[in-house]
Nanobody
Framework: QVQLVESGGGLVQPGGSLRLSCAAS????????TRWYRQFPGKQRELVAQ???????WYADAAAGRFTISRDNAKNTVYLQMNSLEPEDTAVYYC?????????WGQGTQVTVSS
């Protein structure tokens, strides 16, 4: 089992930045990739970015060029640095860890972009 705890959300003005953290505990050695999703009210979760244990990354079009996903293996933590935030980025952000026998979600962290 893998447990994930997100943090770093909050209220930020348009054009601002936030860094989300996803700290993993438990059987972390089995994690193959970690993804950040977001969910708008009344909508399904959408994939924002992912990073593999080898460091390979992928971004959704809406995130490319503004968001950066990274990992600190020593801290078992994956980050999502979000720059140039727009009101359209307002959502609950979730991290998800996937691996052999692993599919774990965090509790989510609210990001609100508003003036």
């Amino acid at each position: 089992q893998v447990q994930l705890v997100e943090s770093g959300g909050g209220l930020v003005q348009p054009g601002g930045s936030l860094r989300l953290s996803c700290a993993a505990s438990g059987s972390v050695s089995g994690i193959i990739n970690t993804r950040w999703y977001r969910q708008f009210p009344g909508k399904q979760r959408e994939l924002v970015a992912q990073i593999t244990t080898g460091g390979g990354t992928w971004y959704a079009d809406a995130a490319a060029g503004r968001f950066t996903i990274s990992r600190d293996n020593a801290k078992n933590t994956v980050y999502l640095q979000m720059n140039s935030l727009e009101p359209e980025d307002t959502a609950v952000y979730y991290c998800h860890a996937f691996g052999a026998g692993i599919s774990s979600w965090g509790q989510g962290t609210q990001v609100t972009v508003s003036s």
